[in-house]
């Protein structure tokens, strides 16, 4: 949305720079979820950075954890509204004149999205509570929640499309707007790779202990 931006934050090397609409150049991109609107953003030489050094790279820390856990808590809600969804169809549709969400099949895939989502629940509160308190650990914390929540949406929309058969494929039906969202969101404020990698750097470093049953547990809290 930076074309209807009335200032402009912008991270470049060692700084930031906040700019007005007429001191930067716009490219729009295309996106994978076409109801995102995304503009390559090219500043004018000559600005007076906002905040450089030491500040600059608190700045950019505390951006990428706040955005990664908005795009984890999108997730969530994206992967529980998809399941909503295919719970519904599914006691709705009849097949050899019963619901199709009798079926054991039909069953199997919605609670396997199910216990994907709540193992991401827990994850995304707790980096919720990290960030909000300063934790040290809440980098981590935020990692792990946006693998967890990602990797659910992106199986609820398999399974949920999957539930709603031919259906599931239509422009009249939304799954296959979330599941596009889904998508973006997966490579947005940090991909899996570099989120693995930020987990995998605390955990091999200090021992830390991430999984449902650490998640609120004191002791080994982020």
Known sequence: DAHVADLLLLQ????????????VGLRHNESVDPSRRLYAVEMASGAEPLVRGEEAAQLSAASLDRGALACAAQALGLAQRMVD???SYSADRQQFGKPIGSFQAVKHLMANVAVRLEYARAPVHRAAYSVAHGEPRAATAVSHAKLVACEAANLAAKNCIQVHGA????????LHIFMKKAWAL?????DS???????????????AVLGAGATFDQQASP
């Open 12 to 23: 470049r090397g060692d700084a930031w720079y906040a700019l007005d609409p007429g001191q």
């Open 186 to 190: 997966a490579n947005t404020w940090g």
């Open 85 to 87: 969804m295919a719970v």
């Open 167 to 174: 259906m599931g494929y239509t422009w009249e039906v939304d």
């Open 193 to 207: 790779a570099f989120h693995k990698a930020r987990v995998a750097d605390t955990i091999f470093a200090d021992g």
